[in-house]
């Protein structure tokens, strides 16, 4: 079963970190994600701009909205993901918590639905 692994951001934690630390988290992610991409359990993983770069919109009544930058002001934001292939979502928080982000944030594993279940249940 897949599971989305999200890596959510306190920039005041990170900041906090002693020099150098941060640029030694990264290291060692990326090793990990290589070697969990090596035996096939890591599907996909990405970094996300800043909030401030973003574009969110909503749609009510038949109007859309577009605001810059992100929809709501936290102190965490999503900041990345990896996709993970895991047996069952034990597992998953296992791999999940053998990356250093939670030190700075907050990790989030949530199980993928198949959207090709989802697709057969809506078709016409």
Known sequence: MKYLVMIYNDDELIEALPDGEYA?????????????????????????????????????????????????????YLGGFNLIEAADMDEAVRIAQQFPWSRTGRIEVRPVVDFGEVREQFAD
């Open 24 to 76: 030694t988290m990264m290291r060692g992610c990326i090793r990990h994600a290589d070697e969990l991409r090596e035996d096939g359990t890591l599907k996909d993983s990405q970094m996300l701009a800043p909030p401030a770069q973003a574009v969110s919109l909503r749609t009510r009544g038949g109007r859309t909205t577009f605001l810059d930058g992100p929809f709501a002001e936290a102190k965490e």
